[in-house]
Every structure is written in structure tokens, then in C-alpha cells.
């Protein structure tokens, strides 16, 4: 059973469309993440929720809607796409906040043209 | 804002070897991940540590909180550990979490 999933695995898509990437954990954590890796491999985190609460919110665009309809799930919704945002996005979880181990998903490439 | 070091950038070693990682960062932390993304592009947590030294298998991590510091080592490390392995400083609360730039292994056979 995968313990966190994402889907789609790729994305391709045009520059000022409208995307969503879903995440889910079936692990029962209470915190979930949102992490962009950049084309030279760079993670930053972008957000992070516990128990469907916003707890952390980087500086990205407001483009970058995180929902999270119950703690097993955070989906990430990208408006008016750009050539920047192509990246990999990981999807992650923790029992806590921070300072547990985290169970990555296997990320979902985006690209736009 | 936490500045994160790491080095190597890349390491070349030859099977057996025994490999040194190293992180530092600049601002007081709650604690820090060590990960290992595979070249497939899969990440997996190695270790999340906030004092002394925690092994697994091959393995270890060491922190010093006053030095600001933390080391990997692989003892007798393979050509399947070959892999980035990056750190991530976690400062706690709103503030989330810093990661290094990582570090590109590769064990030659």
C-alpha cells in the first residue's frame, strides 16, 4: 500500500491554465507538506498543515492555493501557470509538525510551455 | 533568515569506502532531517535528529547544536548508496524549514 501518493505523476500543460495536483496519505499523520524542487534541485517548502489548518505558508505566489478537505488529504491549485512554476512538486507527511520523520510522495512533475 | 551548507557538493568514491557528509547552518535549530533522494527522484528520510548521534545499518548522523553542524557517514558504502543526500534545518513553528543545497554520492564498484 502506498503510504503517500500523488497524483498526476507528470504534467503537461500551457502557460495561463488552471492545474491541480492532489496528495493523500493513508499513514494517519496529522501534518502535511507541499515542497517545489526547482530545475537545478533545490527543495524549498512552500506550505504545511496540521489538521487541516494552515501552519506554514512560504513566500510563493498567491497562484498557489493549498485546500486540504481532511487531514488524509492536501491538494495544491495552480492558477494562471507561468514558465517558472515547472518544477517537481513533493508531497509529504509527519505525525507532528516538524519534528518527525517525514514519508515522502513520489512527486509530480510539472512542466508548462 | 537560516543559511544551510553543505559539502561536498559531489563526492566520487570507490566501493568501501567510508563517506563524510557534512551541514552546517546559522541560525539555532529544533532540530534536522538528512534525506536521500535516489537518482530515480524518489526522497526518503534517513534521520531526524536534535542532539548526539543516531545510526541505522550503515548509516550515521551526529549533530552538535553548538557548533551548528551535522555530519552523514556511510561505513562500507556500495554503489547503491549512491544517491543525493540532502540536510534540512528546522527552525520550529511558522518559521518550517531550510534545506542544503544537498550533496551528489557516487560509489564506483
Known amino acids: 500500500d502506498t503510504a503517500v501518493s500523488q497524483t498526476p505523476k507528470y504534467l503537461v500543460t500551457q502557460m495561463g491554465n488552471d492545474k491541480s495536483i492532489k496528495c493523500e496519505q493513508n499513514?494517519?499523520?496529522?501534518?502535511m507538506y507541499w515542497y517545489k524542487q526547482d530545475s537545478k534541485k533545490f527543495l524549498k517548502i512552500m506550505f504545511s498543515?496540521?489538521?487541516?489548518?494552515?501552519?506554514i505558508n512560504e513566500t510563493v505566489p498567491n497562484r498557489f492555493s493549498p485546500k486540504s478537505p481532511d487531514k488524509a488529504h492536501l491538494n495544491l491549485h495552480i492558477n494562471s501557470l507561468e514558465l517558472g512554476d515547472s518544477a517537481v512538486y513533493f508531497c509529504?507527511?509527519?505525525?507532528?509538525?516538524?519534528?518527525?520523520?517525514?514519508?515522502f510522495g513520489p512527486g509530480t512533475r510539472l512542466t508548462v510551455l | 533568515k537560516n543559511e544551510v551548507e553543505q559539502s561536498p557538493q559531489n563526492l566520487t568514491a570507490q566501493e568501501g569506502e567510508f563517506i563524510t557528509i557534512n551541514c552546517s547552518y546559522s541560525v539555532g535549530i529544533s532540530a534536522l532531517h538528512w534525506l536521500q533522494q535516489h537518482p530515480g527522484g524518489g526522497i526518503v528520510s534517513l534521520f531526524m535528529l536534535s542532539s548526539g548521534k543516531k545510526k541505522h545499518g550503515r548509516l550515521i548522523a551526529t549533530i552538535n547544536i553548538q557548533e551548528k553542524h551535522s555530519s552523514l557517514h556511510i561505513t562500507a558504502s556500495h554503489p547503491r548508496d549512491s544517491a543525493v543526500y540532502i540536510c534540512a534545518a528546522v527552525q520550529g513553528g511558522a518559521d518550517g524549514l531550510t534545506f542544503g543545497k544537498g550533496t551528489h554520492l557516487i560509489i564506483q564498484p
Open positions: 509529504a507527511s509527519s505525525q507532528d509538525a516538524l519534528l518527525n520523520e517525514q514519508f
Open positions: 499513514l494517519g499523520h496529522d501534518t
Open positions: 498543515y496540521n489538521n487541516k489548518e494552515l501552519i
